[in-house]
């Protein structure tokens, strides 16, 4: 399905309710106004109305959207789900595996799977690869992790790092206060043979960055997107900077946007107008 998220081409849902509509399990801050859960909220859209907690309800995994993959000439870049967390809790191993076969086979299409649980990731990515006599991810299968907060960036982001894979990115969307990335085992900041301080990135090829958007969303304050922008800069990492969000503010002040999102990249401060792609992108 095509999509108005900047940083893919398509988003495939293969996952659904099948009564229709979506589920997930909110996990952490993050979540608290998440935007798929809003969308579920309305029929209009296809919802069906269930809030994103409690109980899994029946849920279908759509195969013949997988399979369709192999069969797409063109190359894309498909976001793999935006409307839950494929490796939720509750979600089978086997659709995983399904998953990966089908992204397997279709090597000229990219892959971007976003998780806030990488410890399933890790082990589900783990037993395809055993399964397969891999001992990494094929290049066109790139996966990452959601920060939003120092504390889910230490968390989450030294298990991401044990993924073997060729893509690893962070989400740090809705970003809700400054990271430290440094603390978080990203960037280690090393002198130099000419002896000078350099920050060192080998391990993380491409951030994301945006503040919240909706209907009360939290305040995000554009120098917490400016440090990460410099951090990338100096360590020669690709980054990419969605929206500032729809409560954006600068020097303490709000900082104002025609579109709700902030999401026009000509409506940035110019410094911050980047929207780059990791460097292995084969198309
Ligand atoms: S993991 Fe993503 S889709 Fe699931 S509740 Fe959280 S924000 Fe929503």
Redesign the pocket.
Known sequence: MSTNISWTDLTDNIIRVKEGGWW?????E??KN????KLNQNSFFGGNKQP?SGQPPELVLDTEAIRKWGFQRKPKKHFVSS???VF?EWVPRFWQREMLDGMFVAPNQIFQILT?RPEIMLSSINEWLDSHGLDKLPANIWVGT?VENQQTADKRIPILLQIPVVVRFLSCEPLLEEIDFIQAGVFQRLISDNYQRELVNEDIQWFILGGESGPKSRPCHIEWIESIVNQCRESKTPVFVKQLGANAYLGGQRFKTCDLKGGKIEEFPEHLQIREFPLSMHE
Not at 24 to 28: D, E, H, P
Not at 34 to 37: A, F, K, P, R
């Open positions: 997930c399990q909110k996990v952490s993050g979540c998440c935007y798929s859960e994103y409307m839950t967390d939720g806030k959601s």
